[in-house]
């Protein structure tokens, strides 16, 4: 008992830890070690790691391209394996060669590149860039990561043909752990490394809370896994060998899951709730991480048990959390090959867990009477879920590295059609093999179950045929894609440094048309630009006519903007293009236009300079003209200052949600300006608020906890362009509303005393 006990605190210890200095840092000492890490990933080992391009993004391309070539010699293994307990002869030829069959050899190796190759490398590399976007920031060492990347399948190459010469056993597997434990380590310090770029008061994410802790458990497994080896600890062994097998895998395959729905979906993660709980994976026994018996008695079998079915709980929760973030997204699952997969996934996910869970418990407690069904079912996994899984990570994550667009969608998917069927076939039909062998054995009959086995090599075969496929297109996308332009989400490449303003008046987004970004230094006053052209916009006098006239129909005809825009916009393209803007203007009876001046009257504001009217840029010019027009309205020259927010208690305010109102209260008591509160919003610096760091940010600012439906609805309130996001020129239109409503309440309050 207490031997146990010491095992499972030192793991929760270690894990903990690493979490706390993830998270807070190491105080003083943070810089200097930092450099220290850095210049050892750097340098080490001498001269080898200086022969690997230190490019954006080699090092996470390298891990999914040897991931993937892995995972296709694996699909091959796994096909010869099933083949031959159809027919154990099929291969005698070779004897003259030197080899003969060995089931336990072959299975051996199948499971090592499998999982240690194949899944285990491709998601390694989708996880390093998961991070180093979740940290806004490239990651730390591009070289040392490939050069891991190479150390690890080296590794997994010498341990093979180890194997075809020499019994692999107890000993030399755990000096091959202790082994893989350094490149882990190397590993996780890229990550922490990464980690510690993001910007000041950011949280962690849950998809990189998954990839540290998991990178951190494997760390842990191996070393212990080596270690209770070497002083015979058959309990560390086992619990060690739990987390490599169970921990490591599924937090990769959690992670991948999340992030690739998201970015596919355009939508934030469903529920922050349930994205913690898949945390709980880190304090359960996971089914999938039961390999052997674990030799338990008495209470130690009730609390295994428990840990089990506690580890169901962060798939089921991920699993929901995926489906539900696809809600009102559905187009995305027929546009992007890795959402079709990351659903498939999340589909799956729950039944391969309880079956897992049945049998793992039957392995766990010694009886062994579904070891077969649990092998099965094990393999099952990585086949379907892993294999989904890498043709999500080649099709969608791999192209984001390189910068390039995926060569084929249709081939990828092809690639998602032939994994599924080919793996979920080859599981049905193995697992009513090892059931019809059981009844067989059961009833004392001798007979061949060897039909099934057939029937389940000709279904992995079509996912050796998928996984080629995914492998094919991959590499067409890295050598030979279309290049993109958009780069990457962190970039701020190009954003000038400094900006003049002369005198006049603008907006913010005028701002960011010229090329600004959140930390571009605004610098007032002076005669010259410090950027090379010149942005002074019109003052409130120097509006067209005919814009004026539209203000004044767009007052009178008590229609607000949204209606207006909608009527304008014909073809309902959410854009007004010259043609529709001349069309509009004559049936509100402003003014009759030639296509000439629609067009140069139109480009007067268009702030976005692409030839278009957005609905953001209809209602910022309706704004202004209405300041201008109150300005003016003032009489003595003096412009009518807005009162505080508090003071908004007419019937006008009851437009906006109470917690708009407190967030514009705790915009003017904090003193901040609105680049700053969108700046500490904006999380992933992509120069948009989604719902996820809308919610995030209003409970930061202790303003209100929101349950992401409510979010979703008050974002509805504030994204004048319904793209589901708020920019920053959204977020300054709120801001002044409630300003205007703040000041037409104190309006109406003087004119009630006089």
Known sequence: FGNVTFIMLDLVVFLVLVAYFANRGLGTMSQSLRQLAIFLLDKAPVGLVDLFDKGEGKGARNWMMLGGL???????????????????????????????????????????????????????GAGLVIQSRAAGAALASEANATLVAFGWSVLILVNILISIFIDVGRFEQALFNLIFAALAGALLLNHLLTLGERGEGQPIEIPSWMLILGHTALVWGLLANAFGHFTSNTQLEWISSSVVSGWFPLSLALAVMTYSVAKASGSPIWSRNLSMAMLLLFVAITPFGVSASSSASGLWVTIGAIGITVGLFPLLAASTNTIATLKGRWDCLVEEPAATCSAAVALLLPIF?????????????????????????????????????????????????????????????????????????????????????????????????????????????????????????????????????????????????????????????????????????????????????????????EFAPELIKFAAYLAESGKDVFEVFNEMDTNQDQVIDSAEFRIGMSQMGVAELSHEEAEALLNSFDISGDGNIDLPELDILSMRIHNAAGDADDGDGETTEAAPVAQISTPSDEEFAPELVMFAEYLAESGKNVFEIFSEMDLNKDLVIDAFEFREGLSAMEIADLAPWDVESLMKSVDLSGDGKIDLPELDILIMRINNAAAAGADAGTDEEE
């Open 70 to 124: 892995w995972f296709c010699i694996a699909a091959t293994l796994g096909f010869l394996q099933t083949w031959l307990r159809y027919d154990p002869t099929a291969l005698d030829s070779l004897s003259s060669v030197g080899w003969s069959y060995n089931a336990d050899a072959l299975a051996q190796v199948t499971d090592m590149v499998l999982v240690w190759g194949g899944f285990g490398m491709v998601l390694i």
């Open 353 to 541: 867990a309880v079956g897992a869970f049945f049998t793992a418990l039957d392995t766990f407690a010694g009886i062994g009477s579904l070891a077969d069904v649990h092998t099965t079912v094990n393999q099952g996994f990585f086949w379907v879920i892993g294999g989904l899984l890498v043709v999500a990570t080649l099709s969608q994550l791999l192209p984001l590295t390189v910068g390039r667009e995926l060569s084929s969608r249709s081939k990828a998917r092809w690639a998602f059609w032939l994994v599924l069927f080919g793996g979920l076939g080859w599981t049905i039909t193995s697992l009513m093999g090892d059931f019809a062998q059981m009844a067989l054995d059961d009833a004392g009959v001798e007979g061949s179950v060897a039909g099934f086995r057939l029937t389940a090599s000709v279904f992995l075969y079509g996912s050796l045929m998928g996984f080629f496929i995914a492998m094919h297109n991959a590499t067409e996308t890295v050598f030979s894609g279309t290049p993109t332009d958009s780069g990457d989400a962190y970039a701020g490449a190009g954003a000038p440094a400094g900006y003049r303003l002369v005198a006049g008046t603008t907006t913010i987004r005028q701002l960011l048309g010229q090329g600004l970004g959140i930390d571009s230094e605004i610098i007032v006053g002076g005669e010259e630009p410090v950027a090379t052209t010149a942005m002074a916009a019109p003052s409130g006098d």
